[in-house]
C-alpha cells in the first residue's frame, strides 16, 4: 500500500516559511495587525514590548508571521545565546551599513540655531547625514535667517533646510520664518524656549524642565531652579551625555529633523 503524509494540504495552499529574528532591544519592527512600529525594549517569555517614536508602549505576542522588518514578514523569537545578531541600528533608528565612506557633501544644507543644536543633530543623526552628504552648520540667531538665504541662493539642487527654536504662533520667529517664501527653503522648528527642552526630562534624571520665568536667562534659569553649578557650557555637556539614542527625545524635534532630511535629500521637483 501507498503511504501517504498526515498532512494533506495541497503545497500550494501552505504558507511559505519565514525568517525567524532574534527580539534584540533596539530592533524596529511593525506589528502586522495594528500597524504599529516601534523599537523592541523589552521580551518576555511569549510577548515583546514596542515603543514607537512618540513614546507609546505597547505589548505583543510573539506570533508566528505577526510582524514585517524592512517591509518583510517575520517571526520574532526571544533572544538566546548563538542567535543570529539583528541589524546594528544608528543613534537614530535606521539600519546601520557597517564600513560605509561618508559621502562627499551636498550642495543642500541643514541649519540650525545654535551650537547646542548642531552637537544633538551629530549625536542622534551623525552616522545618516554622513552617509546621505549632508553637512549641518549652525546660525547665532534667527534674526539672521533673511541674510543667508539670500547668500546660500538655494536651488533645485541645493535645497536649505532650517530647524528653529520656539516657532509657535505669533513669536518673534514665527513671523520671521514666514517671511522666506523661496520653494527649495524649508523652515520647520520646535516648540521649545531651548533646544535641552528637546531631550526627555526622564533621560537626564530629572521630572520636568522647570518653568523659568520672563525675562531670565532660560538655561541660567534652569540651572538655578535644578541645583546645578551656575555654568551652563558644562550643564549642556550633562545633558548631552545622557542623550543615546532617537529614545531619549521628545518627538516634537525627531519628526522636524527626519522632516529636514528628507527635503534636502529629496528635494522638491
Known amino acids: 500500500m501507498r503511504s501517504y503524509s498526515p498532512d494533506l494540504t495541497p503545497p500550494w495552499k501552505k504558507p511559505s516559511a519565514v525568517p525567524e529574528v532574534p527580539a534584540d532591544r533596539d530592533l524596529v519592527v511593525e506589528e502586522v495587525t495594528t500597524g504599529f512600529c516601534g523599537a523592541v525594549i523589552g521580551c518576555e517569555a511569549g510577548t515583546v514590548t514596542l515603543e514607537d517614536r512618540f513614546g507609546k508602549h505597547r505589548v505583543f505576542p510573539l506570533t508566528a508571521r505577526g510582524f514585517l522588518l524592512e517591509g518583510r514578514v517575520v517571526t520574532l523569537v526571544r533572544p538566546g545565546a548563538g542567535a543570529p545578531a539583528a541589524p546594528a541600528r544608528t543613534a537614530s533608528g535606521s539600519v546601520a551599513v557597517p564600513g560605509a565612506r561618508a559621502r562627499v557633501a551636498r550642495a543642500g544644507r541643514i541649519y540650525v540655531e545654535g551650537r547646542h543644536d ?105 540651572c538655578r531652579a ?15 551625555s545622557r542623550v543615546r539614542s532617537y529614545r531619549d527625545l521628545q518627538p516634537e524635534l525627531l519628526g522636524r529633523v527626519e522632516e529636514l532630511i528628507d527635503f534636502v535629500t529629496l528635494p522638491p521637483e
Not at 158 to 170: M, S
Not at 200 to 213: H, Q, R, T
Open 118 to 222: 548642531a552637537e544633538l543633530v551629530e549625536r542622534v543623526w551623525g552616522d545618516d547625514l554622513r552617509i546621505e552628504g549632508v553637512v549641518v552648520e549652525y546660525l547665532e540667531g534667527v534674526d539672521d535667517l533673511p541674510a543667508i538665504v539670500d547668500d546660500f541662493a538655494p536651488g533645485p539642487d541645493a535645497c536649505l533646510g532650517v530647524l528653529v527654536d520656539h516657532l509657535v504662533r505669533g513669536s518673534k520667529e514665527s513671523r520671521i520664518a514666514a517671511s522666506v517664501t523661496d520653494p527649495h527653503v524649508l523652515v520647520v522648528g520646535h516648540p521649545y524656549i531651548d533646544i535641552w527642552e528637546a531631550v526627555k526630562p526622564s533621560s537626564v534624571g530629572i521630572a520636568a524642565w522647570p518653568v523659568v520665568p520672563r525675562g531670565q536667562d532660560w538655561k541660567t534659569g534652569v
Open 226 to 240: 535644578l541645583g546645578w553649578p551656575p555654568n551652563t557650557g558644562a550643564a549642556w555637556q550633562h545633558i548631552l
